[in-house]
């Protein structure tokens, strides 16, 4: 090879790893935003879990007043008056409604916390993806650089394959194609 034929092929080799290495840069910006949104969405998932819990304890002790309130009306049946009998009934129709709020608000709770479970499954599934992207680019960087050490250029395009599989990494990190 001549002297110029040399140095436009290295400066090739050069613009081609620079690129490589901008893009290995954004997919580890994306890499670290899918990380830190699954982590986030982990928690936001068990907070709802949480308050999914709570919300059933507290419905459990309205279940367990109600069904005190209805033995002590049936034991009592014949023995109070009936203001007070009109009370208990009163009392237990309360809690009839506090139940079935609880239950409409667990519902609610559930369907968010298996949102952000999905949501934190596909940020999951999209971080890995990067990383696999970003893989391919570095590996694609180091066969580049030894290209220009060694001056084989089949290394190079072995580098430049490497960079194109990571491509398609770094879009189905987007568009989640399979």
Request: no cysteine; charged share 25%.
């Amino acid at each position: 090879m001549t002297d110029q034929k040399k140095e436009s092929w290295s400066t090739i080799i050069a613009f081609t790893t620079a690129v490589m290495a901008v893009l290995a840069a954004i997919t580890t910006l994306y890499m670290g935003k899918f990380s830190s949104r699954t982590i986030l969405l982990q928690a936001q998932e068990s907070d709802q879990w949480n308050y999914y819990q709570a919300k059933s304890i507290k419905s459990h002790n309205f279940e367990l007043q109600k069904e005190l309130l209805e033995l002590e009306l049936l034991t009592q049946k014949n023995k109070i008056t009936k203001e007070a009998a009109a009370g208990f009934e009163k009392a237990i129709a309360g809690h009839e409604e506090d139940l079935k709020r609880y239950d409409k608000e667990k519902k609610e709770i559930k369907a968010k916390a298996e949102d952000m479970a999905k949501g934190k499954e596909t940020s999951q599934r999209r971080a890995g993806i990067f990383s696999f992207a970003l893989i391919f680019l570095q590996i694609g960087i180091m066969l580049s650089s030894i290209a220009v050490t060694t001056k084989k250029r089949p290394l190079w395009f072995i580098g430049l394959g490497m960079a194109i599989i990571a491509l398609f990494y770094f879009l189905n990190g987007f568009y989640l194609f399979y």
